[in-house]
């Protein structure tokens, strides 16, 4: 092979570098080498970034031209060369060259790269059943043995040895997501609670964080308004909250009086939450498109309904966390 690639070299040096590729590909198929070494040998011959994301399988790795492992949250560019580890699934393997068209050395790189991936994930991972809820109810049940959630976590194509995420759908089954996946995870509108990335054998914590962000979501309507998408890592100690505010029990004072107020005014709860959410009134008054006129005297009606001042730092927090245990309230 090598000497084949040399005369081929002499008369069409693409030809020669394309021999060169398919025989660096076999040594490693040969050798069993795993993802990463695969995913290095497209960088380094390629001469830029290779990156893989499967995630049907949970994998990703990219690496730079270097050989230095680099992974990135940012998604891939569709103008970079790419591949598909199946003749009919969408593109799992990219260089990251911006380029109108790939070379041959590239399409020769991404094809055998490709079909080295795909063995070895055919032969370590198989296709993951992620949709089994009863491998996920496991994975995240904190009472399960340990073997049986390692076992689980296998099944569902999970690296027992990497990390994951929990997702508390309001309207679905329980989810698992990888550590960081290319998009927000897919809520279609509803709304959903996104736990902490932790080790697959902390999911039961993290699955216990996303269930407390659950409860800190909106509908996002005039009449619940918030956010439908709540990250347990962005709360802080405002998830001390969920401790306190029990749901279904009697509300909070401030919340009965937040109540109170709204179903006497229809406006009353937009515009409550645009001045809790931004930055001043003149952005409160422009994210519920109203003059800033008009907004100061909402608000003056609203202090009057509520019993305490919002417009000054002290009342705008006692107006914030009344909003927030409005939604932990919620049986």
């Not at 990390?163 to 960081?180: K, W």
């Not at 909070?252 to 931004?278: E, G, K, N, Y």
């Amino acid at each position: 092979m090598k000497e084949l690639a040399g005369r081929l070299t002499a008369l069409d040096p693409d030809a020669g570098a394309a021999v060169r590729v398919i025989a660096y590909f076999d040594r490693l198929s040969e050798s069993r080498a795993g993802l990463e070494a695969l995913v290095r040998g497209a960088a380094v011959l390629s001469g830029v970034p290779a990156r893989l994301f499967d995630a049907d399988r949970r994998v990703q790795v990219r690496v730079e031209p270097d050989g230095t492992r680099q992974d990135s949250d940012l998604p891939p560019d569709p103008g970079w060369p790419s591949a598909a580890l199946t003749p009919d699934g969408a593109p799992a393997l990219w260089l990251e060259r911006a380029a109108a068209q790939p070379s041959v050395v590239d399409a020769v790189i991404l094809e055998r790269a490709a079909g080295a991936v795909r063995r070895v994930l055919d032969r370590t991972r198989g296709r993951a059943p992620i949709d089994d809820p009863a491998l996920v109810e496991t994975v995240l049940d904190a009472t399960a043995p340990e073997a049986a959630r390692l076992h689980a976590a296998r099944r569902l194509g999970l690296d027992p040895a990497g990390q994951a995420r929990a997702l508390a759908p309001y309207d679905g089954r329980p989810r698992i997501a990888p550590a960081h996946p290319e998009t927000e995870p897919p809520h279609a509108g509803h709304r959903l609670g996104i736990g902490p990335v932790v080790p697959v054998l902390d999911l039961p914590r993290s699955w216990t964080a996303a269930r407390t962000a659950l409860r800190f979501t909106a509908d996002g309507t005039a009449q619940d308004p918030g956010a439908r998408v709540v990250h347990a890592d962005d709360l802080g100690g405002i998830a001390l909250l969920a401790d306190l505010v029990v749901p279904g029990a009697e509300p909070p004072p401030d919340v009965r009086a937040v109540d109170t107020a709204a179903a006497a005014t229809p406006w009353l709860l937009a515009t409550l939450h645009a001045v809790a959410s931004t930055a001043s009134l003149r952005a409160a008054a422009t994210e519920i498109n109203v003059h800033h006129s008009t907004l100061q005297d909402r608000l003056a009606h609203a202090e009057q309904l509520l019993g305490w001042p919002v417009r000054t730092p002290q009342g705008r927090l006692r107006l914030q966390l009344a909003l927030t245990m409005r939604h932990l309230a919620r049986a």
